[in-house]
């Protein structure tokens, strides 16, 4: 089996970072798990493509979490300090030169280099914000409702079959979902405000990806029980014809009649233009409201909160989706900006409008 990793992020050529003495691991591990995180450690930092092999039952899928997760993790702590230390100094290095105008080209040049360090700093305070909100939350949670929750999906995972003949139809289909994919739709009610991205989100995330849907469900199980589960934020994406929870619609022969059928429901219902009495149009009513009764803002946006509050697998989604009448295609999605580490198919990945319309940006990328 082989891994890829490709990293892309600003390269320094000092000051790198280097692997730790010992790496967070469920056991004590073996020499060969040890080598694999040291490399690909250094493979992340120094910003390189790396291809790994290592022979069946080393336990390549776990040791790979650990390494890629410890090297995001103190990449990112290491990334907020130098932010913070580059705001907060307010010196320039005058050089014994006549050439005033050189140097007032200077002080501009790094003047804006602190601007923009602050505006990085900022968008990361808010999304630290929101996460903060949302991991309040799970605090609050009983141990009691926690083990009543496990045994309602329990029952609910009992009749996920139909979910099975959708990724088999997927399969044997191919890739149907991208060109669709960017022609996208929100309900008729109003955004949440607190999670509209008004800009590009440059954040930096590990996208892990493979080819069957069972492949990226042991995968999000190995986080769960890997020493990061409580401490990063993952979310899992599939296509409509597997994450689709209305009856009406999954049930269509095809993924592209899935695809059309989800966007016809999305679109708003136009009427003819109203007009006051001296003929000027009305202000248009939003009261009616979108034609899937699933992908409402209210249910989407509980149903997103809970994808980021604890790590949810494909099966776990779709299960409260069903349990709550809510979107888990849509949830999942609008999670993005919040999560580290995205779980998702190669067709999602390698297709170019799927990528934009997803907001995939700044991209650490793990076959």
């Given amino acids: 089996m082989y891994y890829a990793f490709i990293c892309r992020k600003s390269m320094a050529s000092d000051n790198l970072l280097q692997p730790p003495d010992k790496f967070k691991f469920p056991f004590p591990p073996y020499d060969i798990q040890e080598q694999f995180m040291t490399e690909l450690f250094q493979v992340l930092e120094g910003g390189k493509l790396g291809i790994f092999e290592s022979p069946t039952g080393t336990g390549k899928s776990l040791s790979l979490i650990c390494g890629a997760l410890t090297w995001f993790l103190e990449s990112e702590k290491q990334k907020r300090i130098k932010l913070e230390e580059l705001v907060n100094d307010k010196t320039v290095d005058d050089d014994d030169d006549d050439d005033w105008f050189a140097a007032a080209g200077k002080k501009q040049e790094y003047n804006q280099k602190r601007l923009e360090a602050k505006e990085e700093l900022e968008r990361i305070k808010v999304k630290d914000e929101k996460l903060a909100k949302i991991k309040a939350k799970r605090s609050q949670l009983k141990q009691t409702d926690i083990e009543q929750n496990k045994d309602e999906f329990n029952e609910l ?67 769960k029980k890997s020493p990061f589960g409580s401490d990063v934020s993952l979310v899992s994406l599939a296509s409509r014809a597997v994450m689709c929870v209305n009856p ?29 009495e001296d003929e000027n149009p009305t202000k248009k009513s939003k009261s009616g409201g979108c034609g899937c009764p699933y992908n409402k803002n209210t249910g989407t946006a509980v149903l997103r909160d809970q994808a980021i509050l604890a790590i949810h697998d494909i099966e776990d989604l779709v299960a409260a989706g069903r349990k709550t009448q809510s979107c888990p295609y849509y949830a999942s999605r609008s999670a993005v900006p919040l999560a580290q580490m995205v779980v998702l198919p190669y067709n999602t990945l390698l297709h170019a409008g799927t990528r934009k319309a997803i907001g995939l940006y700044s991209m650490l990328v793990l076959l």
């Avoid at 991208?178 to 405000?193: A, G, N, R």
């Avoid at 590009?200 to 069957?212: K, L, Q, V």
């Fill in 157 to 223: 995972f009992k009749e996920v079959k139909w979910m099975q003949k959708a990724v088999q139809r997927e399969l044997s289909q191919g890739a149907g979902d991208e060109d669709i994919l960017v022609e996208e739709y929100f309900s008729d009610e109003e955004v949440d405000d607190d999670y509209e991205a008004d800009e590009e989100d440059t954040s930096r995330r590990i996208f892990f990806c493979s080819r069957t849907h069972s492949q990226l469900s042991q995968f999000v199980r190995e986080v």
């Fill in 248 to 276: 009406s619609v999954k049930k269509l022969p095809s993924q592209a009649a899935i695809n059309e059928k989800c966007l016809e429901l999305g679109k708003k219902k136009s009427k003819p233009t109203a007009l006051d």
